[in-house]
T-cell receptor, first 115, second 114 residues
Framework: DARVTQTPRDKVTEMGQEVTMRCQPI?????VFWYRQTMMQGLELLAY????????DSGMPKDRFSAEMPDATLATLKIQPSEPRDSAVYFC?????????????FGEGSRLTVL | AQKVTQAQTEISVVEKEDVTLDCVYE???????LFWYKQPPSGELVFLIR??????QNEISGRYSWNFQKSTSSFNFTITASQVVDSAVYFC???????????FGSGTKLNVKP
């Protein structure tokens, strides 16, 4: 079964530390999204890529968040420095979009706790 | 303005009851795509269905059925004869033409009691 793989699954860190979350999209998928889920805000879109090019990262706090796709098999989301309000579950999702077809498949999420 | 509205925050039913989860969307695009996802207590988001705006045929998959009505901008999800394993948060989502962005509703938590 092809699936989106995210690491780490759980991360506890202290305020001010750098956090990097990684995502391996499903092979062949050309679109990658990063979402953040909290009880208060629900699912928030942070950034997304098409063919590795960033299309929109307007949902991210630019001063501390950055998202990249160094190659087609890896997407990263970095927070530096982390703050307690960043505590959330971060989901990566990938899909292959051709217009009439396409679904978005989610990874299991990375649960981040910033103390 | 909310692109996707799921007005029901939480629904509780007893096993074997039918339940409908509402989803209302807003878009100016003529081509768009609607989705339902299930998030069980384990946390992962599971894809259930996708509907294209140009295909208004309703769909049935086992105990699940979806009613897409462009006239009312709704894409409702019905579970027939609910089971405890259906307990989860269900999200409706909209993607506009070009698969740019993916707007999620706030989710409906379904509790199915034995």
């Amino acid at each position: 079964d092809a699936r989106v793989t995210q690491t780490p699954r759980d991360k506890v860190t202290e305020m001010g530390q750098e956090v990097t979350m990684r995502c391996q999209p499903i092979l062949g998928h050309n679109t990658v999204f990063w979402y953040r889920q909290t009880m208060m805000q629900g699912l928030e879109l942070l950034a997304y890529f098409r063919n590795r090019a960033p299309l929109d990262d307007s949902g991210m706090p630019k001063d501390r968040f950055s998202a990249e796709m160094p190659d087609a098999t890896l997407a990263t989301l970095k927070i530096q420095p982390s703050e307690p309000r960043d505590s959330a579950v971060y989901f990566c999702a990938s899909g292959f979009w051709t217009g009439p077809t396409g679904e978005l498949f989610f990874g299991e999420g990375s649960r981040l706790t910033v103390l | 303005a909310q692109k996707v509205t799921q007005a029901q925050t939480e629904i509780s039913v007893v096993e074997k009851e039918d339940v409908t989860l509402d989803c209302v969307y807003e878009t100016r695009d003529t081509t768009y795509y609607l989705f339902w996802y299930k998030q069980p207590p384990s946390g992962e988001l599971v894809f259930l269905i996708r509907r294209n705006s140009f295909d208004e045929q309703n769909e049935i998959s086992g105990r699940y059925s979806w009613n897409f009505q462009k006239s009312t901008s709704s894409f409702n999800f019905t579970i027939t004869a609910s089971q405890v394993v259906d307990s989860a948060v269900y999200f409706c989502a909209l993607s506009e033409e070009g698969f740019n962005k993916f707007y999620f509703g706030s989710g409906t938590k379904l509790n199915v009691k034995p």
